[in-house]
């Protein structure tokens, strides 16, 4: 057993197989099976039915596959092309299980039951072995710290992702829903954050709108859908009584909004939206 685990515990060479702006690692007694497979939005679909809408509304450009074997053993590295480090700290924050044990592998990335994904740049990666006994996770690891850095030299987590306090912030709760966040068409994109406090669980989300008129035609319509007695024009605090979500507290300033959701107080809810205004820069 001692011998075998030995075997598996592969040297990656410093050589890698190149599929366009990719490159794929060569590794010691593993023979890549076929060429580097392709994907774009056109036919993506023949890789993830069902899924691929999904991808879509995290900027997915290209998907690149390369298979490998080494006996009756297999591994598959899939590299996902999601045209920023936003989208693809997004759609990988998304998937990413709340009981993920995350290690610094690229940005960040977990290893689960055979699996490993991570995250960097603009890239997110899957890989999976199968019959790979005992030293699947090592395989993994070592294949993917090899791999990272030919992706992304130095990976940052972006802006928006960073802006939230880290006091009482569940760890690694981050993520980025890509359109109708709280299920609410009118409000798109949001990035949140789960929080514990005093009164319970409530989630801090930021809304980050191409400029002010685009944030303050967001405010009109969630006034107007709320049914507020009167529709705020100007940047500031608002409390909305959202009929599906509960009171949500609200501040605006310039092209962003930042509000909670939950069990917190107004208080506590305007004291942490302007620590975290305080970190995003204005557009």
């Known amino acids: 057993m001692f011998k075998k685990s030995l075997i598996l515990l592969v040297l990656l060479l410093p050589v890698f197989a190149f599929a366009e702006d990719v490159k794929f690692p060569k590794m010691e007694g593993w023979q890549q099976d076929g060429e580097v497979k392709t994907y774009n939005r056109d036919n993506l679909f023949e890789r993830i039915d069902g899924a691929s809408e999904f991808y879509f509304s995290y900027a997915f450009e290209k998907l690149y596959v390369a298979e490998y074997k080494k006996g009756d053993a297999e591994l598959t590295i899939e590299i996902y092309d999601q045209h920023d480090p936003v ?9 990413r299980p709340p009981s993920a044990d995350t290690k610094p592998i690229g940005l960040e990335g977990y290893y689960d039951d055979a699996t490993l994904n991570f995250t960097t740049g603009k890239y997110y990666v899957k890989m999976n072995t199968y019959h790979v006994e005992n030293a699947g996770e090592t395989l993994l690891t070592k294949v993917a710290q090899q791999l990272a850095p030919t992706l992304c030299a130095d990976p940052k987590l972006p802006a928006q992702y960073a802006a939230f306090p880290q006091e009482n912030m569940v760890p690694h709760s981050q993520q980025y829903v ?20 005093s009164e319970g669980d409530f989630t801090l989300f930021i809304m980050h709108k191409k400029d002010r008129d685009a944030a303050a035609e967001t405010m009109k319509k969630y006034q107007e859908f709320s049914q507020a007695e009167t529709i705020g024009t100007k940047e500031g605090e608002y409390t909305i009584d959202d009929p599906f ?38 557009e």
């Open 245 to 282: 979500n509960g009171t949500i507290y609200l501040l605006w300033k310039g092209n962003y909004l930042v509000g909670t959701s939950g069990k917190v107080t107004p208080k506590k809810a305007f004291v942490l939206a302007k620590e975290t205004m305080a970190n995003l820069k204005q």
């Open 178 to 197: 890509s359109t109708n966040f709280m299920g609410l068409s009118m409000m798109g994109s949001a990035f949140r954050a789960k929080y514990t406090g």
């Open 87 to 95: 989208h693809a700290y997004g759609i990988y924050s998304m998937e």
